[in-house]
C-alpha cells in the first residue's frame, strides 16, 4: 500500500485552518478597498494613487484616466471598482443612474480630448 506524504496543515481542510490563516491585512495599516482586486490595486498605484483619501481627492472618473495611462488595457471595470471603493459598496452593488453618470463624465473628458487634438 501506498502512501502519500502531504503537509499536516492540508490535511484539514475546516474551520481551523482558516482560522490560521486569518484576514490579510492591507498594507500601510490603510482600510481595504472594497471591490478593488490586487491587479487594480497595483495599476492606481502605478497611477501614484495609493489611498483612499487619493480616490475621494480625484473622483473615480479622474482616477481612472489615470489608471489608464499607466495601463491602457484597463477597461471600465475598474471605473466601477474605483466607484465603489469610494462609496463603499461593491461595484457589482452600484446603481445604475450613478454608472451612467460615471460614464457620461468619462465621455465628456474624451469628448474635450479629441477637441484638444484637433486644435
Known amino acids: 500500500m501506498c502512501v ?11 474551520k481551523s485552518l482558516l482560522r490560521k490563516r486569518g484576514k490579510r491585512q492591507p498594507r500601510g495599516g490603510s482600510e ?13 498605484r ?3 494613487i495609493s489611498s483612499r483619501a487619493d480616490l475621494e481627492r480625484l473622483g473615480p472618473v479622474r482616477a481612472f484616466i489615470s489608471a489608464k ?7 471600465l471595470n ?4 474605483i466607484a ?3 462609496t463603499n459598496t461593491h461595484w ?14 468619462y465621455d465628456a473628458y474624451l469628448d474635450a480630448e479629441r477637441a484638444l487634438a484637433k486644435s
Open 92 to 105: 457589482t452593488q452600484l446603481p445604475a443612474e450613478y454608472r451612467s453618470s460615471l460614464l457620461l463624465d
Open 4 to 14: 502519500k506524504k502531504t503537509p499536516k496543515n492540508t490535511m484539514r481542510r475546516g
Open 46 to 48: 502605478a497611477a501614484g
Open 69 to 75: 495611462r499607466v495601463e491602457p488595457r484597463v477597461t
Open 78 to 81: 475598474l471605473l466601477w471598482g
Open 32 to 44: 481595504p478597498l472594497l471591490g478593488l482586486g490586487p491587479v487594480s490595486l497595483r495599476v492606481l
Open 84 to 86: 465603489g471603493a469610494v
